[in-house]
């Protein structure tokens, strides 16, 4: 199957006189016949469900048809974006680990890789993902496990050279996890390029409506833990709390989110709620349409805020002449995704005037949603950041992100132009 048709019909095959729909199973136990038939489940000699904590049908299905967009071979789904990056490195990330990050990430990321990870003794070096390979490989030492970008980054929309990355890391012996919230698997799917690990914010356009927040894992199967058996423990050594099974040797390429479902799942209790999932599944049948759509809108957004006298800078990597249209050209040939960075002449008071003049568009804590919504990360979700970390970040503080919906583009045009005019 194609992706398009993927959106519609992966991870959940009704037999007959079943229901079309991907029914909810809003239980948090299973029943069993005899002791025994549960207690091979708890200690993983046989697959089922018994307690929602650690899975449940309905996210199972989700997961799958998510894992099938990404081209993976298993995934799981997540409270919100920021757990499904915590659990994508803590599985493979423990106490006196060091990991390499682009700075460019999301605020919220930036914030669980570099404050609260660091409590748990994991180091983070913040890099410039634009600098050349041999650069960015003096950053790596010796006790790095893991490479993260994200394939668009939020709010800065940099593409990341994911084949640069991706070589970096398995130099070093180390797997790349890409967050792919922005580009969607719809316009990239970062394990072609060679990604072993890919998350998302389903919070964003995969559920596209403002629904539900969420998160997803998808693993590749392709990183070798067995082969770098001394950096990652976790998956190639006995794990006690399971009469000693390993990982990578019990489950194979299922190992990485095995462990994350059955061990971290377990422990930290971060599932999406089964509800939430069917909203996110009906959110996928459409990503297709959508992303053409909010891409094809705020290309022409773009356009015309790049010819606007009133707008300082902008940056939109499908945009001619932008500094990442080389890189969006080859990662993501059908479009990138609605949003776009740019800010307005006269600073940030002039920002805010415009957003307050705005009647279409809406000021929101949100991004990639279908109705178009903006906000000013440096006075909202970025406002924790010095302004050396804003700097670093490649944050200005006059940026304004805007993210295009799928509305008639002429609304939008005309809603833009008249905020301008009023500043
Ligand atoms: C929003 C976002 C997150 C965090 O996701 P939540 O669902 O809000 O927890 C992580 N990465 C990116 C790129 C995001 O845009």
Known sequence: MKV????????YEPGNSEPRQLPVYQSTTWKYASSDAMGRLFDLEESGYFYTRLQNPTNDAVAAKIAALEGGVAGMLTSSGQA?????????????????????????TYNLLGVTMKKMGIDVTFVDQDLPEDELAKYFKENTRAV?????TNP???VLDIEKFARLAHSHGVPLVVDNTFATPVNCRPIEWGADIVTHSTTKYMDGHAVGVGGAIVDSGNFDWMA???KYPGLTTPDESYHGLVYAEKFGKLGYITKATSQLMRDLGSIQSPQNAFYLNNGLESLHVRMERHCKNALAVARFLKSSDKVAWIHYPDLEGDEYSELAQKYLPNGSCGVMAFAVRGGRAKAIEFMDSLRLATIATHVADARTCLLHPASHTHRQLSDEQLAEAGIAPDLIRLSVGIENVDDLLEDLKQALDKI
């Open 228 to 230: 770098h058996a001394e």
């Open 4 to 11: 398009e048709t993927k959106c519609l019909h992966s991870g």
């Open 84 to 108: 499904a990056n915590f659990f994508a490195l803590f599985n493979i990330c423990e106490t006196g680990s060091h990991i390499v990050a682009s700075s460019a990430i999301y605020g919220g």
């Open 148 to 152: 993260f970008g994200e394939t668009i």
């Open 156 to 158: 800065t929309v940099s």
